[in-house]
């Protein structure tokens, strides 16, 4: 969520391989500090004397509660979402083989994409991981040119792009973003496509053209109706997310995505700046599941073996 949002920008094509992953989960129906639960599920293993590889780089905060609290906003298949009431996808997967090497549980809950960055400042999750962008502004405490908070530091373990999806059949011939001057476009508010909109709208009356008009929403769902309904040409969104969509949502007949994904960036989790014993924790975590293969394996369960990095990194964004 380059989004939502986070880009979520903000990536590609996500296939078969069992991964040996549990993700239990319930739905919250309660509304709680800045973000409205909708689902949550844990992730790794509990054990009374801890053997993990990566146990001991944890703050004893979480060596004694044995969870890491993670915040998600489970809408952005095959990424993350809910799905009988659990959160499943590749962030939560991923989550499972971290907590096996660090020997914790990764409990996941989602609200709103736009309270993600809040929640972490105001500590209700220790992380936040949800096919968020790694973006300097972030990494400073900025969104939309808005200071929210000291910002944050990226743990990045995946790399997205942004993609362009059309009703099946692409009425209006829109071959890439650029196609969209003067056309209404779909996208999920807070994100880092909506800010690739944004930049496009500018180059396209730099250019002479009309803006885009921008049709911003709550979540993604209400985004994708919007262009199956016809009210917008297109939709913006995650390359991985938008190849989903398009394979999946009604056998494969609504959506199609034209052009390639632009603007690649690494997904990242959000960790708080003050926290860095557990954001180097989680990066030899994540370096250690893409040494023994665990997360290739998740990667190509859910079909999103393009977005693969070879190394984790801290605040690579851009």
């Given amino acids: 969520m380059t989004a939502s949002t986070l ?42 004397e801890n053997s993990a590889p990566l146990f001991d780089k944890l703050p004893q905060k979480y060596q004694k509660s044995g969870v890491i609290k993670v915040g998600t906003n489970a809408e952005y298949a095959p990424m993350e979402s809910v799905e009988n009431g659990k959160i499943v ?15 914790v549980k990764l409990e996941f809950t989602s609200g709103s994409f736009e309270g993600l960055i809040t929640s972490l400042y105001s500590g209700r999750h220790d992380v936040i991981m949800s096919s968020i962008t790694d973006t300097k502004d972030r990494q400073e405490g900025l969104e939309d040119g808005k200071k929210l908070g000291k910002g944050m530091d990226f743990v990045d373990y995946f790399l997205a792009g942004t993609a362009v999806y059309t009703k099946k059949g692409n009425p209006e011939g829109i071959k890439s973003i650029k196609d969209l001057c003067g056309k209404g476009a779909a996208v999920q508010r807070g994100t880092t496509y909506e800010k ?9 009356t730099d250019g002479g ?3 885009v008009d921008i049709q911003s929403f709550e979540n ?13 040409v297109a939709g913006v969104n995650d390359y991985p997310v938008a190849l989903d969509l398009a394979r999946k949502a009604n056998g494969g007949k609504d959506y199609e995505v034209v052009g390639e994904q632009v603007d690649a960036g690494p ?3 959000g960790v708080n700046k003050d ?4 954001r180097d924790a989680l990066k030899e975590a994540v370096d250690a599941i893409i040494a023994d293969g665990s997360y290739q394996k998740v990667l190509d369960k859910w079909g999103a073996g393009t977005g693969a990095i070879d190394k984790a990194a801290i605040n690579g964004g851009k």
């Fill in 267 to 269: 997904f990242g989790i």
């Fill in 275 to 278: 926290n860095t014993d557990l």
């Fill in 7 to 48: 880009c979520r920008t903000a990536a590609k094509s996500r296939i078969a391989a069992v991964c040996a992953v549990a993700v239990a989960g319930t739905l919250l129906l309660t509304a709680c500090g800045d973000q409205t639960d909708s689902g949550s599920t844990k992730a790794g293993n509990d054990t009374s």
């Fill in 89 to 103: 996808g590749v962030d939560p997967d991923l989550a499972e083989a971290l907590g096996k090497q660090l020997g």
């Fill in 196 to 204: 690739a909109l944004q930049k496009q709208s500018k180059a396209c």
């Fill in 220 to 232: 993604d769902t209400e985004a994708q109706t919007r262009v199956k309904s016809g009210g917008a």
């Fill in 209 to 211: 053209k009309k803006a």
